[in-house]
């Protein structure tokens, strides 16, 4: 628990720098579970910062996002692929080709191939280092909603009315918000070596604590990572205030 996002913010992005030096030094490369959303901005700018200011290089880090929305088009101002372009991917020396985002143009024949694509490409690649997580309202991570089992994997899912509510206002209106994603699954998430869940400010407050004390379920999938042997929730004081 930090006083505030900005101290968390910075004490995750320590652990991802120091990471991927230690990694270079070997000649090996670092996999990285991505985010999008408010949350993880922070993170990302103090990346950016390492790579401008102290020379730190990505060239050997490897990619792969939670989840898109369905369907969604890359050049789309809503898309996280333009997301992820604006937060960190334009400002540092990452190498496109190492870069993976769901991919939400695909028809819905064709995407239950992507999906498992995706899947193989994160195994063959070696499996997630360190998993970054935010966290819904409705305790999801990633877009597992309610109902999404522990060994879910990465597929197209039915986006929460709660979750739409929330992304309304970013999309002008909640006939706009797609009322679908591709997300990798609870599965996928729990494959990763290490994950970090960070969540600020009292909105998360509540499903901050039904997540850390609240009893394993899959009506709030982030319940699951109390079963992960390597994943830290880092918040600051206000996200925490519910914690017994
Ligand atoms: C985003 C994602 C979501 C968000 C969550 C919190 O890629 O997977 O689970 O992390 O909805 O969103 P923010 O950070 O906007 O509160």
Redesign the pocket.
């Known amino acids: 628990i930090h006083d505030s996002s900005e101290d968390a913010s910075l004490y995750v992005s320590k652990e991802i720098i120091n990471l991927i030096k230690e990694r270079q030094k070997e000649g090996k490369t670092v996999v990285l579970g991505l985010?999008?959303?408010?949350?993880?901005t922070k993170v990302y700018d103090y990346l950016v910062q390492a790579h401008k200011e102290d020379g730190l290089s990505f060239s050997n880090v490897i990619t792969f996002?939670?989840?898109e929305y369905f369907p969604m088009h890359a050049d789309s101002i809503h898309s996280?692929v333009r997301f992820m372009n604006e937060h960190l991917f334009d400002h540092i020396d990452i190498k496109k080709e190492n870069v993976h985002i769901p991919d939400g143009t695909k028809t819905l024949e064709n995407v239950k191939a992507f999906c498992e694509a995706y899947e193989e490409k994160i195994e063959k690649s070696g499996g997630i280092d360190i998993q970054i997580?935010?966290?819904?309202r409705t305790g999801?991570?990633?877009?597992n909603e309610p109902g999404s089992s522990l060994s879910s994997k990465t597929r197209v899912v039915r986006l929460d009315r709660v979750?739409l509510l929330?992304a309304a206002s970013d999309f002008f209106g909640l006939e706009n918000v797609p009322s679908k994603a591709i997300?990798m699954g609870v599965g996928t998430i729990m494959a990763a070596r290490r994950i970090i869940l960070m969540a600020w400010g009292e909105g998360?407050a509540q499903i901050i604590k039904q997540a850390v004390e609240g009893e394993i379920r899959e009506s709030i999938p982030a319940t699951f990572l109390q079963q992960h042997g390597n994943c830290d929730f880092i918040l600051d004081s206000a996200a925490a205030s519910a914690l017994t």
């Open positions: 985010a999008t959303g408010s949350t993880p996002n939670l989840d996280y997580l935010g966290i819904g999801h991570i990633g877009f979750t929330d997300t998360k």
